[in-house]
Nanobody, 126 residues
Framework: QVQLVESGGGLVQAGASLRLSCAASGRTFSTLSTGWFRQAPEKEREFVAAIRWDGISTNYADSVKGRFTISRDNAKNTMYLQMNRLKPEDTASYYC???????????????????WGQGTQVTVSS
C-alpha cells in the first residue's frame, strides 16, 4: 500500500507561482513512477505531468509545458509540482498519483496509476 498526501494549494493571482508537494508513505516510493492530474468543476480529470520512478524522464501536458516543472526527491519520498505563471484556467483540484507496479516508464493515462491522493485545491484569480 502507498498513501499519498498533497499540500501546497491555495488562492493566488494570475501570474503567481505555487509549489505542490506529494508526500508518500508505505510501499517503496522510489520504485514507482508518479504523476500529477487535475480536475476542474464539471470537467474530466486531466493529465498534467508525470515523472519516471528515478526522475530521469518527465512528460507534460501541452497546456502547462514551459510553466510547470515536475520533480521528485526519493530520499524524502516526495514529489513536487512547481507551477509558474499561473493562469485562471489552471484552477482545479490537483491530485498526485503513483503506479502500482515498480519501475517502468512515464505514463500520461490515469488508468496506469493505482494510488491516488485526496487532492489539493488551486484557485487562480484574474
Amino acid at each position: 500500500q502507498v498513501q499519498l498526501v498533497e499540500s501546497g494549494g491555495g488562492l493566488v493571482q494570475a501570474g503567481a507561482s505555487l509549489r505542490l508537494s506529494c508526500a508518500a508513505s508505505g510501499r517503496t516510493f522510489s520504485t514507482l513512477s508518479t504523476g500529477w492530474f487535475r480536475q476542474a468543476p464539471e470537467k474530466e480529470r486531466e493529465f498534467v505531468a508525470a515523472i519516471r520512478w528515478d526522475g530521469i524522464s518527465t512528460n507534460y501536458a501541452d497546456s502547462v509545458k514551459g510553466r510547470f516543472t515536475i520533480s521528485r526527491d526519493n530520499a524524502k519520498n516526495t514529489m513536487y509540482l512547481q507551477m509558474n505563471r499561473l493562469k485562471p484556467e489552471d484552477t482545479a483540484s490537483y491530485y498526485c498519483a503513483a503506479r502500482g507496479t515498480s519501475y517502468g516508464s512515464v505514463y500520461r493515462n490515469e488508468y496506469e496509476y493505482h494510488y491516488w491522493g485526496q487532492g489539493t485545491q488551486v484557485t487562480v484569480s484574474s
